[in-house]
């Protein structure tokens, strides 16, 4: 394993050459400044980490691959980068398409993509991503989103900002188990976001302590929704301590379940604006006083992000985590 220094002033000029030169599991450690159309397929595992301010990888025409500015095809690792501007001329562009192994995001920014993040089907993929930023991605057609997760193993999302994904989902999954913690789901008020969050597959799901807000303009009246293409997996949901905001002018369905296996289970909720907060099989066993809930806030959400999730934060979860050059200056060793 070694450290390849990219960009100006680097070992590499660009991620795409520091991608052909780096073997198995080196570490390629992105310099500040702006890498435009500088996309990759990545097919060996690798770690890339944003230095110093963080670097901004851009694409400003459509992508010649059609897919992704990087294509994942093994473990891989993004840390501290910005990642804007996919666009494909089918409309499915994405920041990074996963296509098999494990996929780690770290403190990444994601803006104006037609999709953020895409997984695609596979049995034994995983993913983690943790204190990232998602703004105004989507391409407006209702099937791209912010997070679009296949049919997987298991995904994590924990202490992640998403804002303003423009008429698709901020989180769409069809995995075998997923779990959302101390994340936030925000809209200004003429935001076109559809669900929060869409468990297409249904599955196990853990959803706790997230703040949820939606704008007076968005396109669906549902924070949550179940099972909405295929009972595929056995569902076993539980949506415990979090708070839902509504700032629509018509009823507002907190939950949807449509799965027929098992009933899905609300506890410790706060609810302003909701009409109906579970709507389909389960139970609302407690829920919360919206007020005190909100002024409490939702706790830690550990090191690496604010100490509560109140919407004047919440914007701000991945800016102020940038990786110091002190930190990561690494070795500088190139290969031939």
Same mark, same amino acid.
């Given at each position: 394993?070694?450290?390849?220094?990219?960009?100006?002033?680097?070992?590499?000029?660009?991620?795409?050459?520091?991608?052909?030169?780096?073997?198995?599991?080196?570490?390629?450690?992105?310099?500040?400044?702006?890498?435009?159309?500088? &996309?990759?397929?990545?097919?060996?595992?690798?770690?890339?980490?944003?230095?110093? =301010?963080?670097?901004?990888?851009?694409?400003?025409?459509?992508? =010649?691959?059609? /897919?992704?500015?990087?294509?994942?095809?093994?473990?891989?690792?993004?840390?501290?980068? /910005?990642?804007?501007?996919?666009?494909?001329?089918?409309?499915?562009?994405?920041?990074?398409?996963?296509?098999?192994?494990?996929?780690?995001?770290?403190?990444?920014?994601?803006?104006?993509? &037609?999709?953020?993040?895409?997984?695609?089907?596979?049995?034994?993929? /995983?993913?983690?991503?943790?204190?990232?930023?998602?703004?105004?991605?989507?391409?407006?057609?209702?099937?791209?989103?912010?997070?679009?997760?296949?049919?997987?193993?298991?995904?994590?999302?924990?202490?992640?900002?998403?804002?303003?994904?423009?008429?698709?989902?901020?989180?769409?999954?069809?995995?075998?188990?997923?779990?959302?913690?101390?994340?936030?789901?925000?809209?200004?008020?003429?935001?076109?976001?559809?669900?929060?969050?869409?468990?297409?597959?249904?599955?196990?799901?853990?959803?706790?302590?997230?703040?949820?807000?939606?704008?007076?303009?968005?396109?669906?009246?549902?924070?949550?929704?179940?099972?909405? /293409?295929?009972?595929?997996? =056995?569902?076993?949901?539980?949506?415990?301590?979090?708070?839902?905001?509504?700032?629509?002018?018509?009823?507002?369905?907190?939950?949807?379940?449509?799965?027929?296996?098992?009933?899905?289970?609300?506890?410790?909720?706060?609810?302003?604006?909701?009409?109906?907060?579970?709507?389909?099989?389960?139970?609302?066993?407690?829920?919360?006083?919206?007020?005190?809930?909100?002024?409490?806030?939702?706790?830690?959400?550990?090191?690496?992000?604010?100490?509560?999730?109140?919407?004047?934060?919440? =914007?701000?979860?991945?800016?102020?985590?940038?990786?110091?050059?002190?930190?990561?200056?690494?070795?500088?060793?190139?290969?031939?």
């Amino acid at each position: 394993m070694a450290d390849l220094r990219v960009g100006k002033g680097g070992d590499i000029p660009s991620i795409s050459e520091a991608v052909h030169v780096a073997v198995a599991h080196d570490r390629l450690l992105i310099l500040p400044g702006v890498y435009a159309e500088d &996309q990759a397929v990545i097919d060996k595992p690798l770690s890339f980490v944003g230095v110093g =301010p963080r670097p901004l990888v851009v694409s400003t025409l459509p992508i =010649p691959n059609g /897919e992704a500015i990087f294509i994942t095809h093994c473990d891989v690792e993004f840390t501290n980068l /910005e990642i804007a501007g996919a666009l494909a001329t089918n409309g499915n562009g994405s920041g990074i398409r996963h296509v098999a192994g494990t996929l780690r995001i770290n403190r990444c920014v994601f803006r104006d993509n &037609q999709n953020a993040v895409m997984v695609q089907d596979n049995a034994e993929t /995983e993913v983690f991503i943790r204190t990232c930023r998602f703004e105004r991605n989507g391409g407006g057609c209702g099937h791209t989103h912010a997070v679009y997760i296949s049919d997987i193993k298991a995904a994590l999302l924990q202490g992640c900002a998403f804002l303003d994904t423009r008429v698709g989902h901020h989180l769409k999954t069809r995995s075998r188990a997923t779990v959302v913690h101390t994340c936030y789901f925000g809209a200004e008020p003429t935001s076109t976001t559809s669900d929060c969050i869409c468990l297409a597959f249904g599955g196990m799901a853990r959803i706790s302590n997230n703040l949820f807000v939606k704008g007076r303009s968005s396109d669906s009246i549902r924070f949550i929704s179940i099972s909405t /293409e295929s009972t595929h997996h =056995p569902t076993d949901v539980s949506i415990t301590d979090n708070i839902f905001i509504s700032r629509m002018h018509r009823p507002v369905i907190g939950v949807l379940n449509l799965s027929l296996r098992r009933p899905v289970v609300l506890n410790g909720n706060a609810f302003e604006n909701v009409v109906i907060k579970l709507l389909g099989r389960g139970t609302v066993a407690k829920t919360r006083d919206f007020n005190h809930a909100f002024t409490q806030g939702l706790g830690s959400l550990g090191s690496d992000s604010p100490p509560n999730l109140a919407p004047n934060l919440a =914007p701000n979860l991945a800016s102020d985590h940038d990786i110091t050059a002190q930190n990561q200056t690494g070795t500088g060793v190139q290969r031939n």
